[in-house]
Every structure is written in C-alpha cells, then in structure tokens.
C-alpha cells in the first residue's frame, strides 16, 4: 500500500472515529419518549426489550426512511424527487456554502455574518433581538436541505448534522441568563420545531444520518415540544404561530407519546384565539395589514396540517366562516395594485405575492365570487358590489372611486387601541391615484430592541409626527378613535372622527370626498391643552415636491403628469415648513422622501383648526384654489360652510362636526 493510499484511509479512519465520539450511547432510556406501542414500531419495540438498543435504533431509523403516514406543508420525503439533480439558484448554493464554513444569514435585511470556527451561537453582530431570534429559529438551515437533496453531495448533510448537534450542546436550557427572550423563548422554539420537521425529511436518507443521531434529534424534538406546550405566549399572533406549530410537530412525529397531547394543545389554542383575535369586521385586534394577512395563513395552515392527517373535522364551520372574512376584509384595506398601508409594522407586498394568496384562498373558498375576482385579476368572479367602505371595530375606512388602476383610492386609520404593532397614528391617511401612493405611511425599519434599549430608528418610525396627522408639541398621542359621522355614497362622502390624543386635547378629523375626485381634510383640535400644533403631510420619496409658503401649498412634479396639490386653506396665521422624514418599504432599507408641516400656536382653550384640500390632478401646473368662508362658517364651533372655487369651478360646502 503507498503512502498516499495509508494518509487517505487514516484520515477517514480519524473522520469516523470524530464521528462516533460525538454519538451517546444508546440505552432503554433513550426510547422513554416514543410510543412503542405506535403502529410500525412492533420490531423496534421487540429489539428494546431484547435490550438490543443500537439494533432498535437502527429498525427505528428504518422506519422513519420508509414510512408514508405522515404529510406535511413542505418538504415531505416523497418530495426528494423534486430537488434531485435540479439545478439550484446561485444565492441558495452560496448560502448553502457559506454555511460550510459557518457564515450564516439568519435574516433577510441583514448581510451574512461570521460565526466562528467553533460555532458562538450567543455572538450578537447587531444591536437588534430580532437578529438573534431569527438565527435560533434555524431557518437558515433550509439551503443546505435544498442544496443537498439536489446534489447528493454529503458534504451539505453532515455539516447540517454536525451544527443540529453543535446547536444541542451549547444551547441546553438554562445555560444563558437571557436564553428565554432568544433559543428557549417559546415562540422561537415554535419555530424551530416547525423548520426541525421539514429538515427531518431533507435528510434522513443521508448514510451520516445515523441512529444515534437519530435518537439525539428525536430527544430534543420532544423537549423542545414539551417547552412550547408548557410556555405558551398568553396572547396574541405569538400564541397563533405556536399553536400551529405545536400541532404540526404532533402530526410530523405521531409517534413520540406526548404528540396527541401537542398536537391537540395547538388545535384548542386556534379554536379559542380565532374568536379573540378576529375582531367582527375580520381584522386581526393588531390592526396590522401585514400581520392579519400572516394569521390568515397560520389559520389555514392548521386547517391544511388537519386535512392532511385526516382531522379537519376538529375545526368547527364558524372557523372557516370567520377566515373567509378575514380574507374578505383583505380587499377594503388594499389598493387596486394589491398592496396596502404599511401601517402597524407592515411591510411592501406585491402583486405577484398577492395574486398567489388570493389564488390559496380561492382553493380554500371555491364559491366566493369576490375572492374569486381578486385571484384572477378580475377575469372572472365577481367584483366587490361596493366603492368606499369600512371596517369600523379596526377603525380601516376608504374612499375609492373605482377598483380598477386608473381609480382614486384613501386608505385612514381611526381606530381603537391596539396589540403589540399599533403605532400610534389615528388620523393617519394613505392617498392612491392612478397607481401613484403619493403619501406612503413610513412602516416600521426596525421594531425589537435589544432588552430596554431604546433605538432611535425603532421610536421616530412609530412616533406620531412620522405619520399624517395632527400633533401637539410633536408629541405622541393615544389611540382611541370614535368615529361620529360616515357616509360613504354620493357625490359628499364623509369620515368624521374624535380621537383623545393628548390629555385635555381631543382631535376631530374629517374627511370629505367631493364628487369623488378630491377631498378636503378638517382639523380641529378641541380642549384646554396648550402648545404648538402641527398637521403633517408626507409624500413619495420620488415626488420632487415643492413647497409655497405664500400661498401655503405643496405641489407634486411627476413628469407624467399624474400629480397632487395639497393646500391649506385656512385665513389665519400658518406657517409652512420643510421636514426631514423618512420611508422604510423593507426591513432595515429606508429611503428619505419630502415632509411638510402646517403649523399653528394654541394658546387659549379655543378650538384651533385647519382646513387643507388634498387635490390630485394631470398636467405639470397645479389648479388655482380659492376658498370663500360663508356668513355661517365657524370652524371653531364646528360648523363649515364655505365656497370652494377650483379653476372656477364652484362648490359650495356645507357640514355640522
């Protein structure tokens, strides 16, 4: 034998003996959590009490390679054949490699970081929780799976297997102070046994998937299990995403003994919270576009994991009732180009992603007409039998003329207090015209901090003076609104609301939609509080807008002509001024775009106000707009009734507050 045949077979001899080092022993101890019992499992149980362990654990790892029972959402066994010699995406295969050597991109916004040689699974690059609760959740894993189930090449299995075990090792409960608000917070847990689940099937027809690994993997499965079930999150979409992953890890190892009782747990769970958590109008109580479109796909995921293993009957008929409502309620919040207000931690959606939704949902609900409509962009199905609409428990209202893109849609925000991602924005608006948003809401940029520590990113995206409404010394208000007046046909629409911003300050917005063309926005700022007032306007990045201050208007200059006046018309002293303010469509990514502010001094307990006319039009030179305040007009006691003049058109304008 040469020298170099001798160095290749004592280096796999070392490999193999690496290996083994890191495996336990296989005792009777090491099958305490799996039901013997369970059909399938009638050599594996004999072998156990024939004390042959490690035989057992190899007919156990058997059956797993071979059984056919069980189905998941994704990644089930007989799925191999979709991956196999596929050609792979050039970003999943370079993740796929830099987790080879241990650079891994736990999120999307964030770059690839370098864990070390010798995995620091408590190393924090940035100052942001959601960083290190995504890295502990593992889904990062998920291009090794892909890369390997394509390839074949080993070396993306045992690198899987060896950082599976690594994670084990070095992240045992208890063994980090804060370990509970990162790798043992329950809803992060959730998470990584739902990945834990697909991942399983990736690779356990790998030949370095063995039984000891095997029993290892299974043992912390059911820890991790039994953590979620014993530390459920008391409320909110947290509760929701760990009850469907509690019953998605029941259903992916019925046979561990405790999987009824897990999967089970999740089922209770999602029967209760939907009745909580969907309010009667179908929003999810977070009022977050985003996140109620999530709770609708954690709500069907669980009627989908339930038909899957035959037990759809667990969910009552009122469930489904209440999700097709859900998704209903989908089309009022959102514009004809699918996407919605970022308001309340949302982020950009498009068509293409929403256009996928709505064809699921389409699946779920075969006969309705209008999801149908949204599915197929209007092809077919039938459209919505109304314009402007409401969803009074969330406080979402508009204004549209059309559904279709050349339509004039506002999207406001006047609602009740809300869970965990409310920003505190009543008032807050979003005008659409012609597929133009020319008054995004500013979404969110970042939302966890690290422990108490404040990020100033975190506080100005939330901060009411980032958003279009009405503030007193650029203070944040409370949410609470009530909405007093809402007529929704016709040729004078109205939205009227009171919301107790500040203390001794109420705030009474109203909008009216004139001829269904433009709107005029009311403000009055009701009580003893003194101070400065501000009523913002924040537009698209790329707006180029100018600014007035003779005439205190703000215009618009899109070269294609599709553009907005936005003109105060009150009589009294306002001063004009330019802002800086930001707009953020995609975690950590934000662009700055133009702001203004009209702004007045309170300093009586007269009723303050303003009154500013939001006019979109085509060309390049904005309408001339003329305001007359009739003999009857007296802002501060709530009565309009003034003569607005555009381009010499005339409309007279008439309303009680």
Known sequence: ??????????????????????????????????????????????????????????????????????KLLDFNLEDNVKFEGKKVNENTLQLANDILV?????????????????????????????????????????????????????????????????????????????????????????????????????????????????????????????????????????????????????????????????????????????????????????????????????????????????????????????????????????????????????????????????????????????????ATDGASGKQPDYLSSSLPNAGFYAFRNGWDIKSTVMQIKVGPPAEFHSHPDNGNFVLWVKGRDFTPDSGSFIYANVGNQENSKRDWYRSTKAHQTLTLDNQNIENNAKVTQWQPDGDLQVLSSTNPSYKDLNHQRTFLFVDQTYFIIIDRAIGNAKGNLAIRYNLKEDSKATMNAGNNSIVTNYTDGNNLLIQLLNKDKVTLKEESSFVSYQYQKESPRPAFAFEKLKNSDTTEGFISIIYPFNGNTAPEVKITENSGHNLSNGIIDITVSINGKITYIKQTL
């Open 102 to 374: 241990h650079k891994f991109k736990p999120h999307k916004g964030y770059p690839t970081f370098d864990y070390g040689k010798d995995i620091n699974w408590q190393y924090r690059p940035v100052q942001d929780q959601l960083l290190t609760t995504f890295l502990h959740r593992t889904a990062f894993w998920e291009s090794l799976g892909i890369v390997y189930r394509s390839t074949g090449d080993e070396q993306y299995a045992k690198e899987w297997i060896f950082e599976v075990r690594d994670w084990i090792k070095k992240n045992k409960q208890g063994a980090y102070s804060d370990d509970k608000e990162y790798a043992w917070k329950a809803f992060v847990v959730s998470f990584r046994l739902n990945h834990w689940s697909g991942y399983f099937n990736l690779f356990v027809n790998s030949p370095n998937f063995t039984p000891a690994f095997l029993i290892e993997y299974l043992n912390s499965y059911n820890e991790q299990a039994n953590y979620v079930k014993n530390n459920y999150t008391d409320i909110g979409n947290h509760r929701l995403y760990e009850a469907v992953h509690m019953m998605c890890a029941g259903s992916s190892f019925p046979e561990m003994k405790q999987a009824e009782t897990w999967r089970k747990s999740g089922i209770v769970i999602l029967n209760e919270e939907i009745k909580k958590q969907v309010l009667p109008d179908g929003i999810q109580f977070e009022l977050s576009p985003s996140y109620h479109i999530g709770t609708i796909k954690i709500f069907l995921d669980a009627l989908q994991i339930a038909q899957l293993n035959g037990a759809e009957n667990e969910f009552p008929e009122s469930y489904r009732d209440l999700v097709k409502k859900m998704i209903l309620a989908v089309g009022k919040y959102s514009f004809p180009d699918y996407t919605f207000p970022l308001y309340g931690n949302s982020f950009m959606t498009n068509k293409t992603l929403m256009l996928k939704n709505y064809q699921l949902w389409a699946s779920v609900f075969p006969k309705e007409k209008v999801i149908e409509y949204y």
């Open 1 to 70: 034998m040469n020298l170099k045949k001798i160095f290749v077979s004592c280096f796999f001899w070392l490999f193999a003996q690496s290996i083994l080092a890191q495996e336990a022993k296989i005792s009777a101890s090491s099958f305490d959590n799996i039901n013997l019992e369970y059909k399938g499992l009638e050599k594996v149980k004999n072998l156990v009490n024939s004390r042959k362990y490690d035989d057992a654990a190899k007919e156990l790892l058997k059956y797993y390679r071979n059984r056919t029972n069980v």
